[in-house]
């Protein structure tokens, strides 16, 4: 490193004569760091090992696959962050919390500060063949699934997957790019209007100076649910496929982190071709699985090789917790009857607290990364646009509120759903139909609002992350 200082300053100087421009600068300014660990249930210590995501009482009768936490930890200019997808079906800001303190006190070693800022973020995959970690699916409707052994067991995973991240970071290089080809969306199926969806696949590589892959980021928005509701063996549904192949097809650690999946994004009902015979997979079959996980592999390491390299050289982290009001009597229940276990406290005045954040990869003062960090299952059209006034709607006049990736200004943009909690769905108040007559006068409610804290989820998240975009002043270094 100091030659490679060096030889910046020299270059610099020369510039400085020569009138460029542009100052030349060499060598990576980043460092990067990765690591996977295990997170599979043990049937016999953790069990019964309520699956979760679906309906009470599935119990878990093996395994198919290892589950994983998966970090990769990026960092320059004296600010680290950590970003690790979790195979989980949520976990919520209390337990992230947790994970935060324990990673802080590991780095820290309990005497001397770590010396630089580190920040970070667990997004839950939302797998739904993966056990309850929210307590929502135990052997009946108010009483909890989440069994404590295994929660102990998540955090302590997470946790040392996100420092080992911290701990081996090297000198890198970055890259980011984008793949969106039309056969990608027939892998999604939309069930409630507006048929909206957010499916592109953001790739951000991370590699060594001499090329070699440390880790690969992939965003893309759909539900893990392939295996549907009837699968009781343990796995991480399409992620495990794309994550492997990732993993094959590159060295280094393939991290998954999911986007605006409400609305609902969904494998469900999509019509994936298995190219070997030209007929569709069969619904519920780890086929079906294979097929989306490979594909979007395949679109993932091609946009890789694609990607755009960035000098990156400055890295920013911001978050708000806000208060949302809790109207879901559901969710009321729940919290009252402790199915929770301790978590999602309710403040006095019945609000949810849950956190609102960015970060922000920038080159000489120029962002070219923006990720949102959305706390749950946010519509598609609240990140890219698309809300629509159906009759019917329970408040018709509220505003529609501006698109998340609207409102930054990086040429490439993630949204990352289930990050730091888990608040369910998030739905435009536009929206909105708890009551009829139903939107675009359907004869029952449409799916959504009984799995969403309530109708202020949308405007008060798109406030908050206005708010952090206007305060953490896009494009400053
Ligand atoms: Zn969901």
Redesign the pocket.
Known sequence: MVGLTHVRILLLAACAFSLCAQPVVLGPQIRAGAARVTLTPDLKKHGPVYMA?FGNNRVATGMHDNLYARCVALSAGGETVVLCGVDSIGLFLDDVERIRTDVKTQLTGGKKAFPEEVNVVVAAT?D?QAPDTMGLWGPERGRSGINDAYMNLVAERVTQSAVTAVRTMQPALIKVGEAHPSDLDQLIHDDRPPEVLDAGVIVLQVTTPHGTPIATLVNWAN?P?TLGAQNTLITADYPFYLCTELERRFEGVAVFLNGA??G?QSPLGATVIDKASGRPAAENTFQKAEIIGRSVAEIAGSAARNATPFNADHIEFHERLIQIPMSNKGFQLAAQSDVFKGRKKMTADGATVTPVGLVRLSAQGKAFLEIALIPG?MYPELSVGGVVRYSGADYPDAPVEPPIKNMMTAEFKMLVGLADDEI??IIPKAEWDEKPPYLNGAEKPWYGEE?SVGPEAAPLIALAFQQIVKGAGAGKN
């Open positions: 995501g939302h739904h539900h649910e999946v409400g609902m299952e369910g769905y799995n």
